[in-house]
């Protein structure tokens, strides 16, 4: 299974957090934060298409699609998906913790 172009993604987003993050505010951070989550679910869902629409060229009999090609865009899409689903539930815990938490 090839995961380079996800990785190199993750590494690429990596240092746009690191290099736009502002030492005095906060504000940017947080504005970079929901930008940033929002290029990654969109590239999550790209995935996805991708991979749907490379299996229905494979299922129509399209010679330039090969069953290995299918397999490694449909496990790039999974690989990304439980990603996403981790990092959904690390915000639900650190949500959940911050309610919890007396004032």
Known sequence: MRLD???SEMQTMKLE???SR???TGQKVGADFGDMLSKAINS????QQS???????????DENVSLADVMIARNK???AFEATIQVRNKLVDAYKELMNMPV
């Open 5 to 7: 172009g996800l990785q």
């Open 22 to 24: 502002p030492l005095a």
């Open 17 to 19: 957090a690191t290099n």
């Open 44 to 47: 999550v869902n790209g995935l």
């Open 51 to 61: 991979s749907s629409d490379m299996q229905t060229r494979f299922d129509r009999g």
């Open 77 to 79: 899409a999974s690989v």
